[in-house]
């Protein structure tokens, strides 16, 4: 019998396999796919940790005029940072041994409580949140909820004012950079 069509035509239906070339093409499109998810991902984790920080400022300043409110006086802020004698004292040391802030270790992207006990936000261990209270300090005898805060210590009319003082480059620290107020 006479094969009509010649080796060189023959289709393979034994075998089904991905050629080299096809393989290839499909290694390469996934790593440009990738390439272009990185700086997207990067940008929603930074937004992420923008809205952590904001979140622990606003709870770090909620929870002073909540002690306020329970005692009757703003409780010691013995610096401008977010310390362990003022984490101590929100944190259930105070004399009745209420809670009013619940505090954890720090990790990156989650920001909490360094080595010395002072509250840090989400991008570095070293960036202690900085606090400031109307204790009278422009004036020393009026409490008008005037009072210095942020990076440029403007005059706020608030009881309390909470913010981070970040670092990196001068777009980073702008981007990075988070209120109570």
Request: with cysteine; aromatic share 8%; charged share 20%.
């Amino acid at each position: 019998m006479l094969n009509t069509n010649p080796p060189a035509t023959r289709t393979r239906t034994d075998k089904q396999a991905f050629t080299l070339i096809e393989l290839l093409v499909v290694i390469s499109i996934i790593a440009v796919l990738a390439g272009l998810a990185f700086p997207a991902v990067n940008g929603a984790m930074d937004s992420a940790r923008k809205a952590r920080a904001k979140s622990d400022v606003t709870q770090i300043a909620t929870a002073v005029v909540a002690y306020e409110m329970e005692y009757g006086v703003l409780p010691t802020v013995t610096a401008s940072n977010v310390d362990s004698s003022l984490i101590g004292t929100l944190t259930g040391n105070n004399t009745r041994k209420i809670v009013f802030l619940e505090t954890s270790p720090w990790k990156k992207g989650k920001g909490g409580t360094n080595s010395d006990s002072a509250f840090c936000d989400p991008w570095d261990s070293t960036n202690v949140y900085k606090i400031a209270v109307d204790s009278g300090s422009l004036d020393d005898t009026n409490y008008d909820n005037k009072i210095k805060a942020g990076t440029n210590s403007e005059i706020i009319i608030k009881k309390v004012a909470v913010w981070n003082v970040p670092t990196g480059t001068a777009s980073e620290k702008t981007r990075r950079y988070v209120t109570s107020w």
